[in-house]
């Protein structure tokens, strides 16, 4: 069984596998819960040291500033293999300390899912960060890699709450 209804996992243009569309998706809908271990920065960096990466590839989702991680190779299911793209059809929102990926326009069958990671990892430390963290997504916006800026820092868009009696 899929994790999703929404989607199944198979080989992507963008990077190794993506998750493609398997019914036509309404603008709004939740695809699929970020799932996986939760752990604090110092363990992310030990799990997944960047120096000792030729071409950065994890599967975790950053959260409060990149303090914490979710580990989706521990655990996790089929959101981890949603891709980054600069030009996303979804979003990652964040719902009572759970994240959820959530299509932000109307998508079609067969389209790749994609969010954008919005990485503040320190990439510039590194001399090859520009190779290392290349975004592959084809998008005409494409910024070239899948860090976002130093200072506009990441803010996962938290769930509007529901109304009372609702
Ligand atoms: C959560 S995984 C996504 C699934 C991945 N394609 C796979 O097969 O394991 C995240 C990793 O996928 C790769 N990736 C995702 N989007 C990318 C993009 N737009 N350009 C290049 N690599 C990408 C990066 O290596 C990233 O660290
Ligand atoms: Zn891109």
């Known amino acids: 069984m899929p994790d999703s209804p929404y989607f199944v996992v198979r080989g992507s243009d963008i990077q190794g596998k993506g998750a493609f569309a398997t019914k036509a998706i309404r603008k709004g809908t939740?695809?699929?819960?970020?799932?996986?271990?939760?752990?604090?920065?110092?363990?992310?960096?030990?799990?997944?040291?960047?120096?000792?990466m030729k071409r950065h590839h994890t599967f975790l989702f950053q959260m409060c500033d990149g303090a914490v991680?979710?580990?989706?190779a521990v655990g996790g299911n089929d959101a981890r293999f949603i891709n980054h793209s600069c030009d996303p059809n979804c979003e990652p929102v964040e719902d009572r300390g759970r994240i959820f990926i959530e299509a932000i326009r109307s998508i079609k069958v067969g389209e790749e899912l994609t969010y954008n990671y919005g990485l503040t990892g320190e990439g510039d430390e590194h001399d090859d960060w520009k190779e290392?963290?290349?975004?592959?997504?084809?998008?005409?916006?494409c910024s070239g890699n899948m860090l976002i800026k130093p200072k506009k820092k990441r803010v996962v868009k938290k769930a509007a709450k529901k109304k009372a009696g609702k």
Do not use: F, H, L, M
């Open 132 to 141: 290392k963290y290349r975004c592959n997504c084809g998008a005409p916006n």
């Open 69 to 72: 991680a979710i580990d989706a």
């Open 30 to 52: 939740r695809v699929i819960e970020y799932t996986g271990q939760i752990i604090p920065e110092d363990e992310a960096d030990r799990r997944y040291d960047d120096s000792k």
